[in-house]
């Protein structure tokens, strides 16, 4: 135990990380909304993916991680029908507030420790755009965005296939939407990229 002193220190960055938190929140839904409203996707849902959500009652299994929602979080942006080919698309994008527990092949996810260091991960974003014929089922994402080689930050893109749904993945660093510009140049190459791989058209709105 520390004396008085330094725990009231150690609750002023407490009280500090939360107002920070919350203003990094705000920032990470006003960029969504921006991605959503651009691309023409309404802004639908959002689903929490590192650990459970906040249970009522708090148990042994009960995990720090569930009562802080964004360290790996899902904002699914909606479906569209292409009526001329009868190709459904969907569109998230996930956020990776820390890559640390996903760099390291040895992490634990309730031993901080375990992490690679805050300087070596990264916070990103991962586009995440299935596209299938309309009576196939969807791909459950659970099982790309949590492998390493999809969630750490030397991923850029990738296409995977499984019959004949596809999927597009593509990671870019959070601070590169730091101004319209950017963000903007981020969108531009993320279509170009489903575009010259034949899948897709995406529109700029």
């Known amino acids: 135990m520390g004396n008085i002193e330094s725990i009231r ?19 990470m839904m006003d960029i969504v909304r921006f991605i959503g409203n651009k691309l023409d996707f309404p802004f639908v849902e959002g689903y929490k993916h590192f ?10 299994g009960t995990w720090a991680w569930d009562y802080l929602y964004t360290y790996l ?6 479906t569209k029908v292409n009526p001329e080919n009868n190709i459904e698309y969907a569109l998230s994008i996930f956020q990776f507030s820390d890559t640390g527990f996903f760099e390291s092949d040895k992490s634990v996810r309730t031993n901080l420790s375990t992490f690679v260091e ?57 601070e590169k939407f730091i101004d319209e510009k950017s963000a903007l140049e981020v969108l531009n190459e993320f279509c170009a990229l489903c575009s010259n791989e034949g899948l897709i058209e995406l529109t700029l709105h």
């Open 9 to 27: 220190q150690a609750l002023c960055d407490v009280r500090k990380a939360h107002r920070i938190i919350y203003a990094y929140q705000k920032r």
């Open 51 to 60: 650990s459970n959500g906040a249970p009522k009652k708090i148990s042994s």
């Open 73 to 78: 979080y899902e904002y699914y942006l909606g």
């Open 118 to 174: 805050e300087e070596a991960a990264e916070s990103k974003f991962l586009f995440f755009l299935e596209i299938k014929p309309k009576e196939c089922p969807w791909w459950w994402k659970t099982e790309v965005i949590n492998k390493k080689e999809f969630a750490t930050k030397n991923h850029t893109s990738t296409i995977l296939k499984e019959g004949e749904s596809i999927i597009v993945l593509y990671s870019v660093g959070i």
